[in-house]
Nanobody, 124 residues
Framework: QVQLVESGGGLVQAGGSLRLSCAAS????????MGWFRQAPGKEREFVSA????????YYADSVKGRFTMSRDNAKTTVYLQMNSLKPEDTAVYYC?????????????????WGQGTQVTVSS
C-alpha cells in the first residue's frame, strides 16, 4: 500500500547539518504515521522521530530532541528530518517507516512499511 524512498544522506563533520527526505506513495499513506529510525552496525534499530500525516506535532527520542526537527509536506507527500549539531554517535543508516499507528510510535514493530535506508556518517 505504501512505498517509501529516502534521500539526503552523506558524510558531514561533527557539528554540521544534514536534511533527510522521505517520499511516500500509495493509497492509504495519508492516514498513516511516518517515522524515522536509525541503525548503527551491531546495534538495535532505534526510534528517532514520528509524525502524523493528518496533523499534530512531531515526537522525538531524547537522544535527538533539540537537535533534530521532523516536518511534513502534504502536497509533496514527503517528510523530512532536519539534523543539526550532528555528533559522531549519530552515524547510522537512517530509515523512513510508515503504518497506521494509534500508540507507541517509538516501536519499530508497529511499522509495516520501510524505505531502503540512507547512510549518514558524522566524522570527528
Amino acid at each position: 500500500q505504501v512505498q517509501l524512498v529516502e534521500s539526503g544522506g552523506g558524510l558531514v563533520q561533527a557539528g554540521g547539518s544534514l536534511r533527510l527526505s522521505c517520499a511516500a506513495s500509495g493509497r492509504t499513506f495519508s492516514t498513516y504515521t511516518m517515522g524515522w529510525f536509525r541503525q548503527a552496525p551491531g546495534k538495535e534499530r532505534e526510534f528517532v522521530s514520528a509524525i502524523r500525516w493528518s496533523g499534530g506535532s512531531p515526537y522525538y527520542a531524547d537522544s535527538v530532541k533539540g537537535r533534530f526537527t521532523m516536518s511534513r509536506d502534504n502536497a509533496k507527500t514527503t517528510v523530512y528530518l532536519q539534523m543539526n549539531s550532528l555528533k559522531p554517535e549519530d552515524t547510522a543508516v537512517y530509515y523512513c517507516a510508515a503504518n497506521l499507528i494509534l500508540s507507541n510510535w517509538y516501536d519499530p514493530r508497529k511499522y509495516a512499511y520501510w524505505g531502503q535506508g540512507t547512510q549518514v556518517t558524522v566524522s570527528s
